[in-house]
C-alpha cells in the first residue's frame, strides 16, 4: 500500500493496538521546559514511578526567564520557585537539562535542533504546542498537555488516535521578501485556525523545498495555528548537511543506517492524503494580523476588513469583537496602522536566519520615535552567531535593545510585556487577546517586517523600500 | 480521578466562538507548581474587573449561573496553547462537563484526562440548547454518561457519540498510565527491537 510519511512513522511506532482503546504509540524524545513540567514530576512522584528512559529527555528554561540583568535573582517569586523546581526535578531524575546560565540555554524549539537532538522519522512530543517546529525535520512532532508528559515519562508511550493527513502544496517561487512566516500565516488565513483539526499537515511543493531548514521550522511552527495536530516537512539534502555533525546526531557507520533509513520516509508518489489545500507562492505578499486570532490576517498592501464583508455570522461577530479590542477601524490600510513596540524573537522566528533577514532591513536605519524594539535570541547559539556576524552592532547602532535568549514577549511570562492599548510588531506566533499583556495589541509578522515597521513607527511594504 | 456518574446540573452559557486558553487560564497564573487552585481564575481577565471586583457583565456572573456544572460553549471551544491548566481550571471551578459543536485537538484530549466529558452536538443542537438557556436561565440539564443522553426541562433531548475508551474511562475514575502499564511487557519488547533496528538512537 503507499503511505504517507505520517503512515510510515506511525506504523513504525505502534507498540499496541488494544480492542477499543486507541493505540499505544512510542515516543522517541521528549522535550522539556519550566511551565508544563512540574505537576507531571509531581505525578511520579505521588504515584511512586520512575522516568522510564532518561535519554529521551531534553529540557530547558526558556517561558518564565529574563532576557535582561541574568545575574540577578529573578524577581518574580513564583517564576524563580519554577525554575528552582525544575532545576530539583531534573538533577533528581537525571535528565539533561539547559538551565539558564548553561551556553546552550535557549527556547525549547530553537536549542532542540541545534544540537541535532530531533532526526527525521522520529515521535517527538513536549508539554507545548508549538512542537510541531520539528516536524521540519519529518519528525512527527506534537504538543501534549501535562498528564501526557507524566505519562511518557512512565511509560515512554502515549495513547493516540490516528490523525487525517493533509498536504498543503505551495507550488512556484516566494517573492524575495515573502519567508516562510508569510507562508505559515497565509495558510493559516486561508483555512482557519480549525482547518487543521484532527489532521497532520505535510508540506511540499517547490516552495517549500526551497526553504532553508529555519524557514521549514518556522512553516511547521504554526501548523498548530492552523489547529493541525503536527506539520511535516519530507527530509531532503539540507535536512541531512543540517544535522550532520551536531552533537547528537548519528556518527560513523550509524550515520550510514540512519541515512537509509531517513531517506525511506518521503511520503509515496501516490500516497493519498484526506484534504489537500494549494497554494501558488506568487501570491504571498508580506502578511500582517489584524485581529485576535492569527486567522484573521492580511498581505501587507491591504486594509482592514469590515465586518460586513464576511458571510459567515461567527467570522462576522469576531471580527467586530476583534477590532474592537485592536482599536481599529474598517478599511484602514494596513500601512497606516502606528507600532509601538517591535519584538523579533520567539521560537517562530528567533534563528539565525531571522535576524539576519532583519538586520539587512535595520541596517542603517533609527527606531521611529516613540517606538521601542527588541530583538530576543532564540538561544545563546543564535546570540553569539549574530554577535560573530556583527548583527548585534547593526541593530544596537539602529536604538534596537539586544537581548538574552527566551520566550519573552511571545508570551510575556517573563516581565516583557505590552501595556494596555500597546500595539506591537512581532515576529510571534500568537495574537490572541491578552497574549503579549492584558490589553496589549499584537500585529503578527516576518522579521523583516518587523525590523522595517520599528523604523518607520507604522508596518511598510517591504516590498517597496 | 472521580467516577463520572450521571449528573444533574444547572447548564451556564457562553455564547463565544473560539474561546482560547489565554482566555481560560491568563498566563500570568501558570507560574504554579501544584496542580490545584487555578479555579480561581479561570477567565480571569473577562471574569474580573482591574479592580478585582466581578464583572457584572461576563457570563458566568450571572447569579443564575453560579453551581453550574455544565457549560454549554461556542465553536472551537479551547484552541490556543496546549496549557493543561485550563481544564484543570474548568474541573476545579466545578464544571465536569462541556457541550460544543468543536473543540481544539489538544483541549479534547486534556478535559478526558482530567474527568471532563466534552460532548460534541451539531449546530442546529446547540442553537436550540443555547435557545433554551437564554430562555430559562438556571434551567438545569440531565447528563447521562453511561447511556450517551442528555435531557433538558423543554425536551431537547439528544444521544451523542463519545469514544469507548474514553467513555470508559471516565466511568471507572481509572488513571491512563496505570491502564498503559498493563502492556508494560509489550513496550520492553518493542523497545528491545528498536534499538536493533535504530541503533543510533540509542548510541
Ligand atoms: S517562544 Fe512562544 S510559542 Fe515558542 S515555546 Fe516560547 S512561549 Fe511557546
Known sequence: MKKTMYEKIWDSHRVVDVEGQAPLIYVDRHLMHEVTSPQAFEGLRLSNRKVRNPHSILATMDHCVPTKNRELPIADPIARKQIEVMAENCLENGLNLYDMKSPNNGVIHVVVPEHGFVHPGMVVVCGDSHTATHGAFGALAFGIGTSEVEHVMATQTLPQQKSKTMLIQVNGKLSKYASAKDVALAIVGKIGTAGGNGHVIEYAGDAIKELSMEGRMTLCNMAIEAGARAGLVAPDEKTYSYLKGREFAPKGENWDLAMAYWQSLPSDADAVFDTIIILDAADIAPQVSWGTSPEQVIGVDGCVPAPESFENEGKRKACESALAYMGLTPNTKITDIPVDLVFIGSCTNGRIEDFRIAAEVAKGTTVAKGVTAIAVPGSYHVKKQAEDEGLDKIFIDAGWEWRDPGCSMCLAMNGDELTKGQRSASTSNRNFEGRQGKGGRTHLVSPAMAAAAAAAGHFVDIRNL | ?203
Open chain 2, 1 to 203: 480521578m472521580d467516577p463520572y456518574k450521571k449528573h444533574d446540573s444547572i447548564a451556564a452559557l457562553m455564547n463565544r466562538n473560539n474561546v482560547d486558553t489565554d482566555q481560560i487560564i491568563p498566563k500570568q497564573f501558570l507560574k504554579k507548581v501544584e496542580r490545584s487552585g487555578f479555579g480561581a481564575h479561570l477567565f480571569h481577565d473577562w471574569r474580573f474587573n482591574d479592580d478585582g471586583s466581578d464583572n457584572a457583565e461576563f457570563e458566568l456572573n450571572k447569579p443564575a449561573f453560579k453551581g453550574a456544572h455544565i457549560l454549554v460553549a461556542g465553536d472551537n471551544f479551547g484552541c490556543g496553547s496546549s496549557r493543561e491548566h485550563a481544564p484543570w481550571a474548568i474541573a476545579d471551578y466545578g464544571f465536569n462537563t462541556i457541550i460544543s459543536t468543536s473543540y481544539a485537538d489538544i483541549f479534547y484530549n486534556n478535559c478526558f484526562k482530567n474527568g471532563i466529558l466534552a460532548i460534541i452536538v451539531d449546530s442546529s443542537q446547540l442553537d436550540t440548547l443555547m435557545a433554551e438557556i437564554n430562555a430559562n436561565e438556571g434551567v438545569r440539564f440531565t447528563v447521562d454518561l453511561e447511556n450517551q443522553q442528555v435531557t433538558t426541562p423543554a425536551g431537547n433531548d439528544f444521544t451523542f457519540e463519545i469514544d469507548p475508551f474514553r467513555k470508559g474511562n471516565l466511568l471507572s475514575g481509572l488513571d491512563d498510565i496505570g491502564l498503559t502499564l498493563k502492556h508494560v511487557d509489550k513496550i520492553t519488547a518493542y523497545e528491545a527491537q528498536h534499538k536493533q533496528t535504530y541503533p543510533w538512537l540509542w548510541a
